[in-house]
């Protein structure tokens, strides 16, 4: 195996990768650090010296989920004052897919590092409305009106398969979501 294969950062991204793809199909409780190495292609024992274990490399992988959707929406000119153009299913949904899966396994600390870290867009759009409204601190109207975005957002996320079957959704349809 070459060293640009085996280098600490390259199994450190590998790891990542391999987590955030698998998180977000079985959640955190049923993944196993030996479901993340194979799917790496690396050794288990790698995940504990590089994160001290498996809940050392999901707290890296709900950081890099959040910091790559962030990435995302300021390439699409998504902010809390410009929601873009294109149609809210082109986001990639294995964020919302793994944080919902974290939230239905109990893992509530994977979901509060984005907010730790400064990466929750919600937190962040709450913020900025705040300010735009000159209010000191963000009122029951606004916390709602994002509330029902995040809804939205998430449900898609989780429901869209099943909302393709029963409503015949097709390429054109989804344009207009």
Do not use: C
């Amino acid at each position: 195996m070459s060293k640009n294969r085996r280098g600490r950062k390259n199994v450190e991204k590998r790891l990542i990768d391999s987590a955030s793809f698998l998180v977000s199909s079985v959640g955190p409780n049923q993944l196993t650090i030996r479901d993340i190495a194979d799917h790496a292609g690396v050794n288990h024992a790698q995940i504990h010296h590089y994160f001290g274990g498996k809940k050392g490399l999901l707290m890296a992988t709900y950081k890099q989920l959040a910091f790559e959707h962030v990435q995302q929406l300021e390439r699409r000119k998504i902010s809390p004052t410009n929601l873009g153009e294109e149609p809210l299913s082109m986001i990639t949904d294995d964020y919302f897919k793994a944080i919902i899966r974290a939230v239905l396994d109990d893992q509530m600390e994977l979901v509060r590092v984005q907010i730790d870290s400064n990466l929750s867009m919600s937190r962040q759009t709450l913020k900025q409305l705040t300010k735009i409204k000159k209010l000191k601190k963000p009122n029951s109207e606004m916390k709602s009106a994002i509330a029902i975005a995040m809804v939205v957002e998430f449900g898609l996320a989780a429901m869209e398969q099943y909302i393709d079957e029963v409503l015949e959704m097709n390429s054109s349809d989804k344009k207009v979501f």
